[in-house]
């Protein structure tokens, strides 16, 4: 009989192969759905049992049978099957706007949720294909030969300096 100071130690029983294979089944899949914690991926398979699935998120994620599991779910499935639908990530983010501690980060979670279930309608925008194409020419004056030019540009000056000596 234990003391009743000693900690709890479960019955050693020995595990069932198939179910174990099973649970390693559903792992494997659970953590694809959620690749960085695996802690999450053993609670969707063994529920309350934290301190099983624990261990088991310590030590399945190296699991050769998971690896292979997982590499044939990803073939035959495909990556974008274990990606989060848009329900989902929707949820995550009204979960984020709730619990977030500053009005901040709230506004723009709720802003994000918005957009992502279509509350706010997207702007039309404004689409101006309309080109305004104005052929001007441009109009020389004429000023006559270039002799006659000269002559009108010494007289020009010959004032210009004149004024500026006044």
């Known amino acids: 009989m234990n003391a009743p100071w000693a900690p709890f130690q479960a019955p050693a029983v020995a595990p069932d192969p198939e179910a174990e294979k099973e649970q390693k089944d559903r792992f494997a899949e659970a953590l694809l759905r959620t690749p960085t914690d695996p802690f999450r991926a053993a609670l969707t398979v063994f529920g309350n049992d934290t301190a099983t699935a624990l261990r088991i998120s310590n030590l399945w994620p190296y699991d050769l049978y998971v690896l292979q599991r997982q590499a044939e779910l ?3 499935f495909g990556p974008d099957e274990y990606l989060p639908t848009k329900q989902q990530v929707a949820r995550r983010i009204y979960e984020v706007g709730e619990n977030a501690a500053d009005n901040k980060d709230k506004l723009a979670a709720f802003k994000l949720y918005a957009e992502l279930r279509g509350f706010v309608p997207k702007g039309e925008g404004v689409t101006n294909n309309l080109t ?5 020419v441009m109009i020389m004056k004429d000023f006559g030969t270039d002799e006659q030019w000269e002559s009108a540009a010494v ?12």
């Not at 305004?132 to 001007?136: A, G, H, P």
């Not at 000056?157 to 006044?166: G, M, P, V, W």
């Open 74 to 76: 990803l073939e035959q």
């Open 132 to 136: 305004v194409n104005n052929n001007r």
């Open 155 to 166: 007289g020009q000056q010959t004032k210009l300096i004149e004024h500026s000596r006044d």
